[in-house]
């Protein structure tokens, strides 16, 4: 049983649906730069990330497993992990370049500068060691409600708990799926708040 919650929770807050969480955490934050973003162009906002960041990148990975690229979507071996984390940073990058166009608010253009910096680093880092992924995801998350928290004076301590305890479950999770060692799990979580938060305090 507890294997099963411990899949759905990995599965829920899978990294690759993280962006679409974000956006929609900022899309309904109480400040100026949601504000600015009529109920439609939300929308719109919230389907091009969800097919730059979901869609397309799931439907290559879905084509490397059937060409034998990759033996599972659960990817346990760096080897597998490699070309399809490059490939997401790719559209990430593009999703970033895009947010510039459209000339969107600071705060979603620097998240996606995160977001994409993040992978990146994700990338590099596996090469050598299987960093978990899912703990940066959620540790960015973090380092995005500090981040604006501190830059915008924005009171989210709330928000912060209810992230940090969310994050709590996803470590728990990947640690009773035996998919991560503790070290894997504590430096990702780390790496995505530090990286995070420092992209909006410095910049």
């Known amino acids: 049983m507890e294997n099963k919650i411990a899949k759905i929770i990995s599965y829920f807050f899978h990294p690759i649906?993280?962006?679409?969480?974000?956006?929609?955490?900022?899309?309904?934050?109480?400040?100026?730069?949601?504000?600015?973003?009529?109920?439609?162009?939300?929308?719109?906002?919230?389907?091009?990330?969800?097919?730059?960041?979901?869609?397309?990148?799931?439907?290559?990975?879905?084509?490397m497993k059937r060409q034998g690229y990759i033996q599972s979507f659960q990817m346990k071996n760096l080897q597998e992990r490699r070309y399809p984390y490059l490939i997401t940073a790719i559209f990430y990058i593009l999703t970033y370049n895009m947010f510039r166009q459209l000339q969107l608010p600071?705060?979603?253009?620097?998240?996606?500068?995160?977001?994409?910096?993040?992978?990146?680093?994700?990338?590099?880092?596996?090469?050598?060691?299987k960093i978990s992924?899912?703990?940066?995801?959620?540790?960015?998350?973090?380092?995005?409600?500090?981040?604006?928290?501190?830059?915008?004076?924005?009171?989210?301590?709330?928000?912060?708990?209810?992230?940090?305890?969310?994050?709590?479950?996803?470590g728990f999770a990947r640690l009773k799926l035996n998919s991560h060692k503790p070290s894997e799990i504590y430096a990702g979580f780390i790496v995505g708040v530090i990286v995070m938060t420092g992209i909006f305090y410095f910049l």
């Open 106 to 129: 600071d705060i979603y253009i620097l998240y996606m500068m995160g977001a994409s910096f993040l992978l990146i680093i994700i990338v590099i880092i596996n090469i050598w060691w």
């Open 17 to 63: 649906f993280l962006p679409v969480y974000c956006i929609f955490l900022l899309l309904n934050l109480k400040s100026y730069f949601s504000f600015e973003i009529v109920f439609n162009a939300r929308l719109m906002l919230l389907s091009f990330v969800a097919t730059t960041t979901i869609i397309f990148p799931l439907l290559i990975i879905y084509l």
């Open 133 to 170: 992924t899912h703990m940066v995801g959620i540790g960015g998350v973090t380092g995005l409600a500090i981040g604006i928290a501190i830059k915008m004076g924005i009171d989210l301590m709330f928000p912060i708990i209810i992230i940090t305890f969310i994050a709590g479950i996803i």
